[in-house]
């Protein structure tokens, strides 16, 4: 069975741009969590969505949003990059409801400039 | 307010040496409690899900313990490809989850 997925692995974006970062659930799951994880840092949570809904939603301004689409894959943009958005983006998923354990991918390395 | 705090937050340990990574919680209604393995650079690696007080569960050289005030990740024998971050997170009955800043673990040979 299939793992998440996450695309691109990398990304290099200049400052003030924007970025797109994709994600999709394991076969079943629609429940799709974002979480950013700066060098050396923990994982700070983004975004949540489950059947295409924004259930919660992190301390974040903004310009970072995101949106699920009806086969429960999400996608995450981040406009107006700034240096300090470098980071490992994480994406989850999860069972229906968000009620059990999250499965993640391997991440997005994006680097501002 | 919901958290959860792991410690210590470094540990080394010598080839063999067996040791103990602790997870403190505090949460509105717990539905489970989580530990994972990160390498650096790579997203989380799901390892256990706990869902009472009492449960026990094993994989290799680990085995999670859980109470209900906190939760043990036991390492025995560890060898140095063991070396990563273990992060632990807890699910409370709003469907929220909380994750722990992690216990970087380094093995030496």
């Known amino acids: 069975e299939a793992g998440v997925t996450q695309s691109p692995t990398h990304l290099n974006k200049p400052r003030g741009q924007q970025a797109t970062l994709r994600c999709s659930p394991i076969?079943?799951?629609?429940?799709v969590y974002w979480y950013q994880q700066a060098l050396g840092l923990g994982l700070q949570f983004l975004l949540w969505?489950?059947?295409?809904?924004?259930?919660n939603r992190g301390n974040f301004p903004p310009r970072f949003s995101g949106r699920q689409f009806p086969n429960y894959s999400s996608e995450l943009n981040v406009n107006a990059l700034e240096l300090e958005d470098s980071a490992l983006y994480l994406c989850?998923?999860?069972?229906?409801?968000?009620?059990?354990?999250?499965?993640f991918g391997p991440g997005t390395r994006l680097t501002v400039l | 307010e919901d958290q959860v705090t792991q410690s210590p937050e470094a540990l080394r340990l010598q080839e063999g040496e067996s040791s103990s990574l602790n997870c403190s919680y505090t949460?509105?209604?717990?539905?489970?409690l989580f530990w994972y393995r990160q390498d650096p650079g790579k997203g989380p690696e799901f390892l256990f899900t706990?869902?009472?007080a009492g449960e026990e569960k094993e994989k290799e050289r680990l085995k999670a313990t859980l109470t209900k005030k906190e939760s043990f990740l036991h390492i025995t024998a560890p060898k140095p490809e063991d070396s990563a971050t273990y992060l632990c997170?807890?699910?409370?009955?709003?469907?929220?989850?909380?994750f722990g800043s992690g216990t970087k673990l380094n093995v030496k040979p």
């Open positions: 989850a998923s999860s069972s229906p409801g968000g009620r059990d354990t999250q499965y």
């Open positions: 076969s079943g799951h629609t429940s």
């Open positions: 969505y489950d059947e295409g809904e924004e259930r």
């Open positions: 949460v509105s209604g717990l539905r489970g």
């Open positions: 706990l869902y009472s």
């Open positions: 997170a807890v699910l409370n009955n709003f469907n929220k989850f909380y």
